[in-house]
């Protein structure tokens, strides 16, 4: 059974920065696309970044220049640097992945941006 566990949410200023970490049990990590998604209160779930098994990685463009997302195969980890933060980017952030044709999530981190 895939497992996501998602850490490194809290609460930061305008302008500070947060990591992200997903840890994935239950697959081959190096052949799995792993994303990060976030939710914010009244509003659908979005793609803010993801990562490819073929090391590529794309971004939405409210996110682009400000986080990056990267990963580590050996401890099959998917992380999401946060830079910058804006009041916008609070949400519940949520790791994803398609594995064996099934959908997976993580419980989700919150990650609030205020002053």
């Known amino acids: 059974q895939v497992q996501l566990v998602e850490s490194g949410g809290g609460f930061v200023q305008p302008g500070g920065s947060l990591r992200l970490s997903c840890k994935a049990s239950?697959?081959?990590?190096?052949?799995?696309?792993m994303g990060w998604y976030r939710q914010a209160p009244g509003r659908q779930r979005e793609l803010v970044a993801i990562s490819k098994a073929d090391g590529t990685a794309d971004y939405a463009d409210p996110v682009k220049g400000r986080f990056t997302i990267s990963r580590d195969n050996v401890y099959r980890t998917s992380y999401l640097q946060m830079n910058n933060l804006k009041p916008e980017d609070t949400a519940v952030y949520y790791c994803?992945?398609?594995?064996?044709?099934?959908?997976?999530w993580g419980q989700g981190t919150q990650v609030t941006v205020s002053a």
């Open positions: 239950g697959l081959n990590f190096k052949l799995a696309n």
């Open positions: 994803n992945t398609n594995w064996r044709s099934r959908e997976f």
